[in-house]
């Protein structure tokens, strides 16, 4: 007699290890609640590339400075993790938006520039810091008033 989960098996051991597999894996599918990796359409395929907290500033501070070493980045966006900033960096590496440089030293020098497919994504970009710039100052507007 085997006990898993809530479900009792009585059964022979090749059976038992079958049944297993089955409940196992209909649980995992359960569970499983990801995205799909295929964009449904161009704003999607968009977002997936430049979306997050951290993708568009790291783009607008490479387009701000043209050439950045790591820890130059680390320091201009002072809320991200180590782990974040590299898994980011790899991100916009793999998605073609930015190119990375690495120079064969001790303490090893790396670099980041934008790519010509990442310059494209900057009028855009601009547009949204002009209407983040409006924004804020309505919203001080607004306080300075109330």
């Given amino acids: 007699m085997y006990l898993y989960g809530r479900y009792l098996l009585l059964c022979i051991i090749p059976t038992k290890s079958i049944l297993l597999l089955i409940i196992n894996n209909l649980k995992m599918k359960k569970n499983d609640k990801t995205c799909p ?16 907290k951290y993708k568009g500033r790291i783009l607008w501070y490479l387009h701000e400075h043209s050439i950045l070493r790591y820890g130059e980045l680390s320091r201009t966006v002072p809320d991200i993790t180590t782990k974040m900033l590299t898994q980011t960096l790899k991100e916009l590496e793999a998605d073609h938006l930015i190119n990375r440089k690495v120079y064969r030293e001790v303490p090893p020098k790396v670099e980041y520039t934008l790519t010509e497919v990442g310059k494209e994504l900057i009028p855009f970009i601009t547009y949204l810091k002009e209407w983040g ?14």
């Fill in 37 to 52: 990796e295929v964009a449904t359409c161009s704003v999607d395929y968009a977002f997936k590339r430049i979306g997050g």
């Fill in 133 to 146: 710039d409006r924004q804020i100052k309505k919203e001080k507007k607004v306080k300075n008033s109330a």
